[in-house]
């Protein structure tokens, strides 16, 4: 049977164990979920950490893919993604080895306990947004809201750089540029 496949954005961010390193393995364990293709990413930013002024710089990326696992498997893959990647569970706040978090699923809405869709932080946060309109300029968000007009409000200058990371998905290999 084909199950419907869905457009969705994922945000990455890691600030410790190597960033750039940590982030291109999620992308890798990412594009080997069942039912999962990588269609695209953004560049790889680098970012003052937000709230935690004293913490590690982060790497930040944005992914787009294409999956028919539904938006609560593809949480449980996302957290089984981080838990593998040596996560720990209770420093929500805190600097991470790897945080994955699903921004868009189609134009759901989404509010239940475990997830929101699309990510609650979403409009507020330069990190998610700019590498977002970098891989989707006329996206427009399920409120119907303009990406663009959402990006250009913000107001937030914490970007160091952005690199350019290239991922093979033929060899499951990648590198920065
Ligand atoms: N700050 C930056 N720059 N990038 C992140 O991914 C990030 N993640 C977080 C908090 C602590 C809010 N700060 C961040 O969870």
């Given amino acids: 049977m084909n199950s419907k496949s869905s457009i969705v954005y994922i945000a990455i961010g890691s600030n410790l164990n190597n960033p ?5 393995k999620a992308i890798k364990a990412i594009n080997y979920l069942p039912k999962t293709n990588l269609l695209s990413h953004s560049s ?8 935690f002024k004293n913490h590690p710089d982060y790497a930040n990326i944005v992914i787009k ?4 696992l ?15 990647h040596g996560r720990v569970c209770n420093e929500r706040w805190g600097s ?3 945080d994955l978090d699903i921004l868009l699923y189609d134009n759901l809405i989404l509010n239940s306990q475990t997830l929101t869709i699309p990510h609650s932080q979403l409009r ?9 309109l970098e891989i989707s300029p006329e996206l427009t968000l399920p409120t119907g809201e303009k990406l663009k007009t959402i990006a250009n409000n ?3 200058i914490y970007i160091i750089n952005k690199t350019t990371i290239v991922y093979d998905s033929s060899t499951c290999s990648n590198s920065f540029m």
Avoid at 20 to 24: A, E, H, L, R, S
Avoid at 124 to 132: E, G, H, K, T, Y
């Fill in 154 to 156: 913000n107001k937030e």
């Fill in 124 to 132: 507020f946060r330069d990190f998610v947004l700019l590498p977002l």
């Fill in 96 to 98: 991470r080895i790897i």
């Fill in 65 to 68: 893919i294409s999956t028919s």
């Fill in 44 to 51: 790889l930013y680098k970012t003052k950490p937000l709230d």
């Fill in 20 to 24: 750039p390193f940590q982030v291109k």
């Fill in 70 to 84: 539904s938006p609560v498997i593809l949480l449980k893959s996302l957290k089984n993604i981080e838990f593998n």
